[in-house]
């Protein structure tokens, strides 16, 4: 996969910051077709390595110093992890059209 540029990214992670309010919003299931999409890709990259990243920096918010030590790994192997994780993500958001 190629080198990911800066507004794909941007893109990426502002879906997975505003995925959690948005589902605190679907009182009247508005939403469920962006959720469906957001979690469909996110099952697909589940197994990945360091999957665990995902939910604790775009969801609960943590540093990058925290989620390095909730996965007893190197600060410089988060930013690695979040990297990889994100370019799976590129692929499967694209796919449902999400970017």
Known sequence: MSKMNKEVLRKIENILFSYKK???LNKNNEYNDFLSKV???LEMIKECKNYEY???KYFRKMSYEEISEKLN???RNVYCARRNLLK???FHFSIQDLI
Do not use: A, F, N
């Open 22 to 24: 948005y589902k605190k």
């Open 54 to 56: 995902i939910p604790l």
């Open 88 to 90: 799976q993500l590129e």
């Open 73 to 75: 790994i190197d600060v």
């Open 39 to 41: 979690e469909t890709s």
